[in-house]
């Protein structure tokens, strides 16, 4: 069985809601959909757990209000390498608008020290050389410089493949390092590449710029529009069924990550990777929280996504 950890840095409280359209300056009647202890990596472990793949979740936790956490770490029988720090893990704002996109109201949470960072650092190294792969998802906190991160992130490449999903000053430091993986989306993309990219070409030929950068793997999703793979096999574009039901697009570019996770892990092909990855997102938008309750559904799903080579 591969042995497979997720590393999540700035945990959070996931508070998900829906309305038709937010009223800016208004009062907004929110339809409350659920809080859930989350946080990208924590998200990815929750879909691998689903798909019977045994994980460690690792990173930070606030010490003061970790109850929920460690429930679920216990109930889904999760291994549990997450480091305790002071304060409290913070609470993200996630409001799914019917008539438009989903809003991210995230918030600043506990603060890293350096000794709580070199602390990590020792520790993460060490017992990450007995893993298959480490997916590093999400922000950082308060406190973890870029420069650490990027070091760190690279040393641990060194001992195992490494996954990375984040954004902003973590995915711009990171992808420094060169990961095995990396799935930017597009707007991620475009702001790498510091343009704007208005066509698949445009998003291909920016994606094998980023892999000349040192990269195996580059995923680009564009959620409805799908997802593009450029690999060293050619390039792979995914087009995901369409969903009459979106509840809430919260997780499903986490999902995704799970499913190339599970495909790469059992040795499916990019083809069939890339099509369970594009299902199991496309389950995530039909529900409130993330994981995967219904494997006969994903079945489904999977028959409907379309993948097309279009390079070799």
Same mark, same amino acid.
């Given at each position: 069985?591969?042995?497979?950890?997720?590393?999540?840095?700035?945990?959070?409280?996931?508070?998900?809601?829906?309305?038709?359209?937010?009223?800016?300056?208004?009062?907004?009647?929110?339809?409350?959909?659920?809080?859930?202890?989350?946080?990208?990596?924590?998200?990815?472990?929750?879909?691998?757990?689903?798909?019977?793949?045994?994980?460690?979740?690792?990173?930070?936790?606030?010490?003061?209000?970790?109850?929920?956490?460690?429930?679920?770490?216990?109930?889904?029988?999760?291994?549990?390498?997450?480091?305790?720090?002071?304060?409290?893990?913070?609470?993200?704002?996630?409001?799914? $608008?019917?008539?438009?996109?989903?809003?991210?109201?995230?918030?600043?949470?506990?603060?890293?020290?350096?000794?709580?960072?070199? #602390?990590?650092?020792?520790?993460?190294?060490?017992?990450?050389?007995?893993?298959?792969?480490?997916?590093?998802?999400?922000?950082?906190?308060?406190?973890?410089?870029?420069?650490?991160?990027?070091?760190?992130?690279?040393?641990?490449?060194?001992?195992?493949?490494?996954?990375?999903?984040?954004?902003?000053?973590?995915?711009?430091?990171?992808?420094?390092?060169?990961?095995?993986?990396?799935?930017?989306?597009?707007?991620?993309?475009?702001?790498?590449?510091?343009?704007?990219?208005?066509?698949?070409?445009?998003?291909?030929?920016?994606? #094998?710029?980023? #892999?000349? $950068?040192?990269?195996?793997?580059?995923?680009?999703?564009?959620?409805? $529009?799908?997802?593009?793979?450029?690999?060293?096999?050619?390039?792979?574009?995914?087009?995901?069924?369409?969903?009459?039901?979106?509840?809430?697009?919260?997780?499903?570019?986490?999902?995704?990550?799970?499913?190339?996770?599970?495909?790469?892990?059992?040795?499916?092909?990019?083809?069939?990777?890339?099509?369970?990855?594009?299902?199991?997102?496309?389950?995530?938008?039909?529900?409130?929280?993330?994981?995967?309750?219904?494997?006969?559904?994903?079945?489904?799903?999977?028959?409907?996504? #379309?993948?097309?080579?279009?390079?070799?």
């Amino acid at each position: 069985m591969p042995r497979i950890a997720t590393i999540t840095l700035n945990t959070a409280f996931d508070l998900v809601g829906r309305l038709p359209r937010i009223q800016l300056g208004e009062v907004n009647t929110v339809e409350t959909l659920g809080i859930y202890p989350a946080g990208k990596g924590i998200n990815v472990a929750k879909v691998l757990h689903d798909l019977d793949l045994p994980v460690t979740v690792s990173g930070f936790l606030g010490e003061d209000n970790q109850g929920d956490f460690i429930q679920m770490f216990q109930q889904l029988g999760l291994d549990d390498r997450f480091q305790r720090v002071a304060g409290k893990t913070r609470i993200n704002v996630k409001i799914t $608008e019917t008539e438009a996109d989903v809003t991210d109201l995230n918030f600043l949470g506990y603060q890293v020290s350096s000794d709580d960072w070199q #602390k990590f650092v020792n520790q993460s190294l060490a017992w990450a050389k007995d893993y298959d792969l480490v997916a590093v998802c999400g922000s950082l906190p308060k406190g973890v410089d870029t420069d650490a991160f990027k070091d760190w992130l690279k040393a641990l490449g060194q001992q195992t493949k490494v996954v990375l999903d984040s954004s902003n000053a973590a995915l711009t430091a990171g992808l420094k390092a060169a990961p095995w993986l990396v799935k930017p989306n597009h707007r991620e993309l475009e702001a790498w590449i510091g343009k704007p990219l208005n066509s698949i070409a445009e998003i291909i030929a920016a994606a #094998k710029q980023l #892999k000349a $950068e040192g990269i195996a793997n580059v995923i680009i999703s564009m959620g409805a $529009e799908g997802s593009l793979w450029i690999s060293d096999q050619g390039v792979l574009q995914a087009q995901p069924p369409k969903c009459t039901n979106v509840v809430s697009t919260v997780g499903a570019g986490d999902s995704m990550v799970a499913g190339l996770i599970y495909g790469t892990q059992h040795a499916l092909s990019q083809e069939q990777t890339l099509r369970f990855a594009s299902a199991v997102s496309a389950l995530a938008v039909s529900q409130s929280n993330v994981g995967v309750a219904d494997k006969q559904a994903l079945n489904q799903l999977l028959d409907q996504v #379309k993948i097309t080579k279009i390079e070799e």
